[in-house]
């Protein structure tokens, strides 16, 4: 059996393609969104992630704001920015760039975030909402992974789900999100027992725990969709460092039903996702429906 390989790219492509529209669209009511970002210092992967964000941003239609402070910034002086974008009415999403320097407390930061603004879904408000089912804003990795799963399976109700991996950031708004769609969700973690088994129970498989090639081909159902979310640089002997997943890819591909490859799955889904989350701010801002091209996932 060979999977379907998911293509992030396409979907995340169609998603930015269905953004522009939708900016164009809330011309028509006299704003366009806008999304700022906040660089502290000059970490080169961050640097390179920030100037694609913005180019991003601007071909989708929309405003974007960079904001670049020096390494040296102060936790004060970095709130005051945040209190001034929160209440600039032009901007609709913040962004701050982790990581942050060590002298400045991430999560001080992130709860200075307005959370009508939050677009990465990172306030514990927005987290709250995510757990109650009430509108929010949610974390972009895990909702293009569910974007992913529903290019290819539609409708999850009642499907077995297992996500690897409990970080606040993809394993749980992973699992929120799945329990949403009526999946029977199980989150496994670094201390969960028999492992294997457990996945191999899985219709859906997500794995973000970050070590290459954890999850092996003869963990996985036959016919499962595999979402693999880990980014793990590996050193080649004799080539630079090369991108794997956390699932054995090679073996995966002759088991599941669909998965996605690394590069080219999960990653270029982040980006269009925060686009995505910018207009669904915009909107929710102004007692405005988010359009139905960005609620209907797949
Ligand atoms: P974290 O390090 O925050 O969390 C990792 C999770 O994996 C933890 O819950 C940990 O368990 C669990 N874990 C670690 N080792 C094992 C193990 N041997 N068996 C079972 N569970 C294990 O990582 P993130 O959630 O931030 O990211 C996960 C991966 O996804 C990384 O590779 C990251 O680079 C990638 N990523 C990719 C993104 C993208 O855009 N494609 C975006 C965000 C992340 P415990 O809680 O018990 O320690």
Redesign the pocket.
């Given at each position: 059996m060979s999977a379907r390989v998911i293509d992030g790219k396409a979907v995340a492509d169609a998603l930015r393609t269905e953004v522009a529209e939708a900016v164009r669209d809330l011309s028509a009511h006299g704003f366009t969104p806008g999304l700022a970002v906040v660089l502290v210092g000059d970490h080169p992967a961050s640097r390179v992630y920030v100037r694609n964000k913005s180019a991003r941003t601007v071909e989708a239609g929309m405003r974007s704001f960079d904001h670049r402070l020096p390494p040296e910034v102060t936790e004060t002086e970095l709130l005051d920015v945040i209190r001034m974008l929160n209440a600039d009415d032009a901007v609709d999403g913040i962004l701050v760039q982790l990581p942050l320097p060590s002298h400045i407390d991430a999560s001080t930061v992130l709860l200075a975030i307005d959370p009508a603004k939050d677009v990465d879904g990172f306030h514990p408000v927005n987290a709250g909402r995510l757990a109650t089912g009430t509108p929010g804003l949610v974390p972009c990795?895990p909702l293009?992974c569910l974007m992913l799963v529903k290019s290819v399976t539609p409708s999850l109700d009642g499907l077995d789900a297992v996500v690897?991996?409990?970080?606040n950031?993809?394993?749980k708004p992973m699992a929120q999100l799945l329990l949403a769609e009526s999946c029977t969700v199980t989150v496994?973690?670094?201390?969960?027992r028999d492992?294997a088994d457990l996945c191999r129970r899985a219709d859906i498989l997500v794995a973000?725990?970050?070590?290459p090639e954890?999850v092996r081909g003869d963990w996985i159902k036959p016919g499962a969709t595999v979402i693999d979310?880990?980014?793990?640089r590996v050193a080649e002997p004799g080539d630079g460092p090369s991108l794997l997943g956390?699932v054995a890819f090679a073996e995966a591909v002759e088991v599941a039903g669909a998965v996605t490859p690394v590069p080219g799955g999960?990653?270029p889904?982040?980006i269009a996702c925060l686009l995505r989350n910018t207009v669904a701010a915009a909107c929710l801002r102004r007692g405005l429906a988010i359009p139905n091209a960005l609620t209907a996932f797949g």
């Open positions: 990795t293009g690897l991996g409990r970080s950031i993809v394993g496994a973690h670094s201390r969960t492992l973000a725990i970050g070590r954890f979310v880990g980014i793990n956390d999960v990653g889904m982040t």
